[in-house]
């Protein structure tokens, strides 16, 4: 036997789950994400790889807005799982807003694992051009 069976073997008897045996760990990741603001408000973009829309959760309460997400990272049929450090992911991030956003009218939107949200700014906190009079 090489280095490299008796490692593979070693692993799976110490840390590798199988699925069914026992509840896989639940870790929590910190989705990366930009924000980009302008005049109007922010777009932000999550990264939230293997999250589909009924395991996302996008909440604002009290100034603050909430994304978490569970992804589920499926076995190819014919294939038996051999180790797993992260199985079903939960993503949290948590964002303080400030009242200068329109909180009633963001727009979410999830396409390929990638979360845009667009909060609009109030329209009493957009910039706005004051015309002068003269008499």
Do not use: C
């Not at 509840?23 to 910190?30: E, G, H, I, Q, S």
């Not at 589920?72 to 991030?93: C, D, K, S």
């Not at 400030?98 to 990638?114: C, E, M, R, W, Y």
């Amino acid at each position: 036997m090489d280095d490299r069976t008796q490692v593979a073997e070693r692993d799976q008897k110490a840390v590798a789950r199988r699925e069914g045996d026992q509840p896989a760990r639940r870790t929590t990741l910190t989705p990366a994400v930009d924000v980009f603001e302008d005049s109007q408000g922010i777009t932000l973009w999550a990264d939230l790889p293997g999250v589909t829309k009924d395991k996302l959760d996008v909440k604002v309460h009290d100034g603050n807005l909430y994304i978490e997400a569970e992804a589920v990272v499926p076995t190819p049929a014919g294939l038996r799982l051999q180790h797993a450090e992260i199985r079903e992911p939960h993503f949290a991030r948590a964002f303080s807003l400030s009242p200068d956003f329109d909180t009633s009218k963001i727009d979410a939107n999830l396409q390929d694992g990638v979360l845009k949200l667009t909060i609009p700014r109030r329209d009493e906190a957009r910039p706005r051009r004051i015309e002068v009079q003269t008499n």
